[in-house]
């Protein structure tokens, strides 16, 4: 789901209450959220900017798991590490480190019947970066495939400033 708005129209308290409403205990069981608050700021890190969205989504994940103890318990069972690390010190792997990751963590999400959904603020920042060349635009290739590939959905919010 994609909220394109104005400025101050409401988009990151959309966020906010969609992000309330699957963490109650409804939804604990089937829902995993990846909440990254503001794209601009891991995109306007220095070095690779997809390497440093890959490692902050990591980081974001391992936070939502280290909060849930009964899933980390499961990923330390089946041996799933976290690439985050490995990504940094080995950046022309980053896109594979995180595949492999994210089909291990698929293959344990589709047994349990559980999705992780990814509510991203600002993700009009993306666009600013493909347009200007900072990121190719075969970024948007990746996350087609992000979203088609595991049990990943995502509701992200940006300004309306992008072409139709």
């Known amino acids: 789901m994609a909220a394109p708005c104005q400025t101050r129209t ?3 308290s959309l966020l906010y209450h969609l992000r309330r409403r699957l963490s109650q205990p409804a939804y604990r069981d089937r829902v995993v959220i990846w909440e990254v608050q503001n794209m601009g700021d891991i995109l ?5 900017a997809v390497v440093g969205f890959f490692y902050h989504l990591l980081n974001i994940a391992q936070e939502s ?3 849930r103890p009964e ?3 499961v990923l330390a069972e089946r041996e799933v590490e976290n690439p985050a690390e490995r990504i940094l010190e080995k950046p022309d792997y980053a896109s594979v480190l995180f595949a492999n990751y ?3 963590l698929d293959r344990i999400f589709r047994e349990r019947g ?4 990814v509510l991203l603020d600002e993700f009009t920042y993306l666009h600013t970066k493909i347009k200007d060349g ?3 635009g075969d970024f948007m290739k990746f996350w087609k495939g992000f979203l088609q590939n595991y049990c990943v959905f995502a509701v992200v919010a940006g300004q309306d ?3 139709d």
Do not use: C, Y
């Open 65 to 67: 798991f280290d909060s």
């Open 134 to 136: 900072t990121i190719s």
């Open 10 to 12: 409401g988009k990151s």
């Open 161 to 163: 400033d992008m072409p």
């Open 114 to 117: 559980m999705v992780i959904v």
């Open 44 to 48: 306007m890190d220095s070095g690779d």
């Open 71 to 73: 899933l980390a318990a």
């Open 102 to 104: 994210m089909r291990q």
